[in-house]
């Protein structure tokens, strides 16, 4: 009985790694190409020095990628990016890339809920 | 001796049974009964066990703690345990460091975690007259994991529902 016992748990348990196995999701560099009908100006920006340099400046202390977006009505939309959208494969990052917000989502509900009864 | 299989979740205490995807975790333990009456079992226990998310993570934990048991005469005991102990995880994923203003591929020493556990469920005696009657046990486990990420989320419950089995190494010994 010992033994049939100790059979059937560990047939249970091999069944149960061999189930839960399964390979990592991997990503073709074509994935992160873009494909958008949009030009993009940021170039033309006239703070783009300055953006640059602050989106650098946060890779450059361990983030892995970042990107941002800026638009105000004097010099219309800037977008940005700095570091890696892939670190496996080493592509860089693009502002057309998709990425996960996150938490970072909860500051700008925030933003929004104390902004919005403000402006009526 | 105990030998079990469990299915873990990252979960809020006692709001799940059992989930999927199957996380499973092996563990094989010993008790030393402190008291033991009609109706009751009272013991340590000390348990080694491998636990796989994948995905996230690899850990081998080894704890220890106290159970009580209540028996009835027809076999069936309830069985309520409280185990601390320490689990070391690794990252199934592959693993970056920033290293002089880069990212380099590279492992690192894994985490250490404190993991505290109550667990209740049921056994049955498949021999209920022998002292050394094998037992299989079905238990429900809730966790806590600590630290988990530093700065941002201090703890992680977890639960699992574990399903195993007890027997005397040899047979025939009488306690």
Redesign the interface.
Known sequence: ??NN??K???L??LV??A????D?ESFQPSFYECSLPFTDSSQLHGSVTEYQVLLDKIT?S?V?GIMMAVQTDAEGLWLGTSG?AD??SDISLQSCNMTRVGSTVKTFTADGTITRPTAG | VKVAVSNEATAILYTKLFTTPVHPCMQVGTEYQYKTGPHFEFYQTANLGYIYHNHLYQGLYLNTGIGYDYKFNFGLKLKGLFELGYLHTFTTQDEYQFKEGEFVNGMDQGNARLMTMLSVGAGYLLKKNKPTSPEIFLLYKSWIEYPYSRGFIPMMSHINLEIGCKFYLFGNHEK
């Open positions: 009985m010992k016992l100790l059937i748990i560990s249970l348990g149960m790694l189930v839960s196995c399964s990592d450059g361990g892995p890696k670190l496996k």
